[in-house]
């Protein structure tokens, strides 16, 4: 059956880090993810995990400068010595906490440059994140996030995320698959798992729009949940929404999914 992954970048987010692992344990998550745990090291979230019998599912490289806006750095040119780090740090990193996957952000596109111009570089540096990331035994992620929730960020579309994955041609590169973004693009969710599953290692789900709870918008999880069904999907289904009220309040949500569990 699918399992529900706690985003806890999102839920509980009125408790700080640590002590979310903790809550979400509470309320039956065995599985958690959060893009950049690095705030804490490494052995700590391991204990956590341990302690709460939770497997960690995917964390994102190091995303670049926040204070320069970066939300990732492999499209950049000049950067690949940084990113190369970051591999580096984020495997090690993913291989003491035993995270399943580790995802490459592709970065803002720099001011007055298109996306083809950025294209060889970002494809040659998610080459470089497979080959490491293979060495280590751990599948690489792409996801994309559409424009509405990220300007100008370069990998941008689900369709986008194929045509690098065809390029690379890396055994152990998959999306990392957002029903909320895909909504937000105007592309129907269900019909790309169904046309797609074979390249989506992992979901995430958050309804469209309001990016809250499932069932408090118009994306159809049933039938969503079917088609990942119907795919034989093995992943988690991560929660990477923005509760309407408390984490726990909204939670009795999944009661009305139970092809999900």
């Not at 992954?5 to 640590?18: K, N, Q, R």
């Not at 309320?27 to 705030?39: I, Q």
């Not at 995270?99 to 596109?109: D, Y």
């Not at 041609?169 to 957002?178: H, T, Y």
Request: with cysteine; glycine share 8%; net charge negative.
């Amino acid at each position: 059956m699918v399992r529900y992954s706690a985003h806890l970048g999102y839920l509980f987010a009125e408790i700080p880090l640590e002590k979310r692992f903790a809550a979400a344990r509470k309320a039956g998550f065995t599985e958690v993810e959060h893009p950049n745990p690095y705030v804490i090291p490494a052995e700590e979230v391991n204990r956590l995990c341990c302690e709460n019998d939770q497997r960690f599912v995917q964390l994102a490289l190091p995303a670049g400068n926040p204070s320069r806006g970066e939300k990732g750095i492999a499209c950049l040119p000049g950067r690949e010595l940084d990113f190369q780090l970051s591999v580096d740090m984020g495997i090690t990193y993913a291989k003491r906490i035993g995270s399943r996957f580790v995802h490459v952000m592709s970065g803002v596109l720099p001011k007055g440059v298109t996306r083809d111009e950025v294209w060889p570089t970002y494809v040659r540096n998610v080459c470089f994140a497979c080959e490491m990331a293979h060495a280590a035994d751990i599948p690489v992620l792409i996801e994309p996030i559409g424009l509405a929730t990220l300007a100008g960020y370069m990998m941008d579309n689900p369709f986008l995320a194929l045509q690098a994955i065809k390029e690379v041609g890396a055994s152990n590169l998959f999306m990392l698959f957002d029903a909320f973004h895909a909504a937000n693009a105007e592309i129907d969710p269900v019909a790309f798992v169904r046309d797609h599953h074979g390249c989506i290692a992992h979901v995430h789900i958050a309804d469209h729009p309001g990016r809250h709870e499932p069932g408090s918008g118009e994306i159809n999880f049933v039938a969503l949940f079917e088609a990942l069904a119907a795919a034989n999907y093995k992943g988690s289904i991560g929660l990477e929404y923005v509760p309407a009220a408390s984490t726990e309040a909204g939670l009795s949500w999944r009661d009305h999914f139970p092809v999900a569990v």
